[in-house]
């Protein structure tokens, strides 16, 4: 166990579902801050380091209790708003890309292209090599961030169609979307749905081309294979220190926790929103 004096945390569309029932207090998110305490025979941290990643309760106050298993090393000088983006959206993005095996030259369509998960994803599949990014997303007005992101063409899913098939779909809303995810697909393409929204697939589309549908959680990446989770974390820095990947967030002082959740529920954001706990 770590107590962890934050400086920024995340606030995304899970905050918003779990303020309907549930106290601030008792929620959870990802955190950036100091290690303050290390519990007994907890090995790997000590005072002073500045670390991240995702705590289940009472992430909003000025300390948390962190579990050495779900919290890393955040390195100096990358600012607390582009480190908390990283922490958790940046990891399921390139988890997500690396469960549906991407290649160079491909071709990949990211759903909520312009979300905290989103917007990195684009980044990463450049990164990585894709040759076409397609980035869907709910307006028309967020085609511009997400061309500066690095997607290649924008679409909106209210067109009837989204173009040239691609190899890889990436999706993070669920609902009707993961089926017109899979209607976007070449032969052969994999769709990965990172999202909690659900949906559901015909399978008799999947047989024909050869298409397939994996769910990805990086939580049970981490239960069960925290090795493979530990390497993408050092992928992510690297490439954060080469600004191959950039973070894109907005700001917001704790007091003005409610502005921040209603730009999240409205889909306004352009990247992850964060809000600052301390200096």
């Not at 909520?112 to 990164?127: C, N, Y």
């Not at 990172?194 to 015909?202: I, T």
Request: net charge negative; glycine share 18%; hydrophobic share 45%.
């Amino acid at each position: 166990m770590l107590v962890i004096r934050t400086e920024a945390v995340g606030v995304g569309v899970g905050l918003v579902r779990t303020l309907r029932d549930t106290p601030l207090e008792d929620a959870g998110g990802e955190i950036v801050g100091r290690v303050e305490e290390v519990a007994e025979g907890v090995a790997g941290f000590k005072p002073g380091d500045r670390v991240g990643g995702v705590v289940f309760k009472g992430a909003y106050a000025e300390r948390v209790i962190g579990m050495p298993g779900l919290v890393e090393h955040v390195p100096e000088g990358i600012e607390a708003g582009a480190a908390v983006a990283v922490v958790r959206g940046g990891l399921v993005a390139l988890g997500a890309l690396r469960a549906g095996e991407i290649r160079a030259g491909q071709s990949v369509l990211v759903t909520a292209a312009a979300s905290g998960v989103g917007h990195l994803a684009v980044q990463l599949a450049r990164a990585l090599g894709a040759a076409r990014i397609v980035a869907a997303v709910g307006s028309g007005d967020k085609a511009g961030f997400v061309r500066e992101c690095g997607a290649d063409e924008c679409v909106t899913y209210d067109e009837a169609g989204w173009g040239e098939q691609v190899d890889l779909v990436l999706d993070g809303v669920g609902g009707e979307l993961v089926q017109r995810g899979v209607d976007a697909l070449a032969p052969f393409g994999r769709l990965v749905a990172f999202s909690a929204g659900g949906g559901e697939v015909d399978t008799a589309r999947l047989l024909g081309d050869g298409r397939s549908v994996t769910g990805f959680a990086v939580g049970t990446w981490h239960r069960r294979r925290p090795g493979v989770v530990d390497g993408w974390r050092r992928e992510l820095w690297d490439l954060v220190a080469e600004r191959r990947i950039v973070p894109r967030y907005a700001e917001f002082p704790l007091a003005e926790l409610d502005r921040a959740l209603g730009l999240v529920a409205g889909r306004g954001n352009l990247g992850r929103v964060v809000v600052r706990t301390g200096a």
